[in-house]
């Protein structure tokens, strides 16, 4: 449901201001329900969580069955390019999170990166596995 003013984030349950970053994660929110079938249960927007005594907020997090994080999604406005600033950004997050996949998106690029096997750091992939 979109005004011209605010967006209704599903995940938080409210009206938030439609800035271009927030389309962006609504669009994204929209996306893993509506075509990889994720239910809003499983996600959360403005995911809250401490690392180094500092206060962070991941844009959206995906949850698998069991409650585990599996994916961490960063968004940007449109025209914010995904450079090595945005990636030690996630990275960051994921020494906390441990989650197997990142998706970073900017509304125009998107790039989907997953954990090596070994855990020590992640590759780019094609699309999200069927049991991410």
Known sequence: ????????????????ARTPEEEVRQNVIAW????????HGLMESEYG??????HYRADVLVFDRQLQ????????APG???EAAVVEQVVRYTRVLAVRFILLTNGTETHLLGRRADGS???PLAE???DF
């Open 128 to 130: 999200i596995p069927e």
């Open 32 to 39: 893993l329900h509506d075509v990889r079938h994720i239910p």
């Open 80 to 82: 914010v390019k995904l």
């Open 121 to 123: 750091g992640y590759d």
């Open 49 to 54: 969580f401490i690392y180094n005594r500092r």
């Open 1 to 16: 449901m979109i005004s011209s003013e605010k967006l209704y984030d599903p995940l938080r349950r409210k009206w938030v």
């Open 69 to 76: 994080p599996r994916i961490l999604v960063e968004c940007k």
